[in-house]
């Protein structure tokens, strides 16, 4: 099992910045890819950025060029460096991460954690 928690939300206003951290525990060494999605109310849960454990990223067209995806392998952890933020980012953020056990992938989610931008 994987377990995955979050944490740097919170409140903020438009053009500012945030970092969010996701730290891992568990069977941390079956990890392969991870990442951040995040979900608005009423709306879909969207990916935001992914990282494999080779460091390959990955970003939504909406968050590039402010976003920085980032992993310490030796930490377990991963961060989502967020900069000139603005309101349409307002969502809960949660960390993902892809797990290699017995052959097989499995999914896990991080709680969430929440970014308010104000504009």
């Known amino acids: 099992q994987v377990q995955l928690v979050e944490s740097g939300g919170g409140l903020v206003q438009a053009g500012g910045s945030l970092r969010l951290s996701c730290a891992a525990s568990?069977?941390?060494?079956?990890?392969?890819?991870m990442g951040w999605y995040r979900q608005a109310p009423g709306n879909q849960r969207e990916l935001v950025a992914t990282?494999?454990?080779?460091?390959?990223?990955n970003y939504a067209d909406s968050v590039k060029g402010r976003f920085t995806i980032s992993r310490d392998n030796a930490k377990n952890t991963m961060s989502l460096q967020m900069n000139s933020l603005k309101p349409e980012d307002t969502a809960a953020y949660y960390c993902?991460?892809?797990?290699?056990?017995?052959?097989?992938?499995?999914?896990?989610w991080g709680q969430g954690t929440q970014v308010t931008v104000s504009s």
């Open positions: 990282i494999t454990s080779g460091g390959r990223t």
């Open positions: 993902y991460a892809n797990s290699l056990t017995d052959g097989r992938l499995r999914g896990y």
């Open positions: 568990g069977s941390i060494f079956s990890i392969t890819t």
